[in-house]
């Protein structure tokens, strides 16, 4: 009776640590899952007339979508703060910024978190921000008086004629954004990986501890 006592309790002693660890990581990953497919809250200011938005954003532009590009799964709908998509123009006319006649842009990657909706082939009056993924690019969202330019006449009434873009040239190319597994899901599956580990070192433990 006494022996079965002491190989219960070092049974306890043994499995307690494991037990504690594999919680932890449950915890972070369901906290990770949370995170990653939060829903974003978009609250824009009234913009603007078309020339105070033109002395307001950084860059001012006419273009044509001819790329949609995004960082993460539009079957997943699970996005970060990183996440983003890059839209790349054929611009015929620019107001304002360092605009090439192809020229690369990004917005979020929701409306819930101010992104433009960009349509391929469609074309735009852009008015964008200086980019903050870290890029040298530019960032436009739905808080600005960017849309379609079959419904921007008002805007170019206000602007006037503009100027083209210098011929030939070209933006930075996007990084290859779409590489199936963004970072948020390369870390769950490193962690779905470690705690796979831990949970098959906490069954072994516990059937030798079982058998002496």
Not at 42 to 58: A, N, Q, R, V
Not at 140 to 148: D, G, Q
Request: hydrophobic content about 40%; some cysteine; overall charge negative.
């Amino acid at each position: 009776m006494q022996t079965s006592v002491v190989r219960r309790e070092r049974l306890g002693f043994r499995i307690a640590p494991v037990c504690v660890v594999l919680l932890a990581c449950m915890f972070s990953f369901a906290w990770f899952l949370a995170g990653a497919g939060q829903a974003f809250a978009c609250s824009c200011i009234m913009p603007g007339s078309p020339t105070e938005e033109l002395e307001k954003f950084d860059a001012v532009f006419v273009g044509r979508v001819f790329s949609v590009e995004h960082s993460y799964s539009l079957e997943a709908k699970l996005v970060n703060r990183e996440d983003h998509s890059t839209i790349g123009f054929e611009v015929s006319t620019v107001w304002k910024g360092a605009i090439h006649e192809v020229t690369y842009i990004t917005t979020p990657p929701t409306g819930g978190s101010c992104g433009y909706t960009f349509v391929e082939g469609e074309e735009y009056i852009v008015y964008a921000s200086d980019s903050h993924y870290g890029d040298d690019s530019y960032t436009a969202s739905i808080c600005s008086r960017t849309a379609l330019l079959s419904a921007a006449q008002a805007d170019l009434d206000a602007l006037g004629e503009g100027e083209a873009p210098q011929a030939g040239t070209k933006g930075p190319a996007p990084e290859d954004t779409q590489s199936g597994l963004n970072a948020g899901w390369v870390f769950a599956l490193v962690l779905a990986v470690a705690m796979f580990i831990v949970g098959a070192g906490g069954f072994v433990a516990y059937a030798t501890t079982g058998r002496r």
